[in-house]
Nanobody, 125 residues
Framework: QVQLVESGGGLVQAGGSLRLSCAAS????????VGWFRQAPGKEREFVAT????????YYAESVKGRFTISRVNAKKTLYLQMNSLKPEDTAVYSC??????????????????WGQGTQVTVSS
């Protein structure tokens, strides 16, 4: 079991920045690929960014590429998402997830992974 707890969400104006954190406990965090996903009201959960267990490989959705940066510190069992140049369409509940395969994590947003409870990000225009 891996327990994940997100933090750092909030209300920000368009063009602003937020940094999300996802703290892990339980099984060895460094064994897992991890990622961020988001779900806006009335929409399905979508992939945002993933990172391999070593941090060497990262993947981003086209909609956030160049604005968001995913990173991890295995010694702290923590995943981060730095979000810059935020847009109103970034408004959603952001959740972190952990899985054994970065490919599966990246391509299957509704997969059977370990999930956090989510944190709300609201971007005002």
């Amino acid at each position: 079991q891996v327990q994940l707890v997100e933090s750092g969400g909030g209300l920000v104006q368009a063009g602003g920045s937020l940094r999300l954190s996802c703290a892990a406990s339980g099984r060895t965090f460094s064994n897992y690929a991890v990622g961020w996903f988001r779900q806006a009201p009335g929409k399905e959960r979508e992939f945002v960014a993933t990172i391999s267990w070593s941090g060497e490989s990262t993947y981003y959705a086209e909609s956030v590429k160049g604005r968001f940066t995913i990173s991890r510190v295995n010694a702290k069992k923590t995943l981060y998402l730095q979000m810059n140049s935020l847009k109103p369409e970034d408004t959603a509940v952001y959740s972190c997830a952990a899985g054994s395969s970065i490919v599966e994590l990246t391509t299957t947003p509704a997969g059977d992974f370990y999930w956090g409870q989510g944190t709300q990000v609201t971007v005002s225009s």
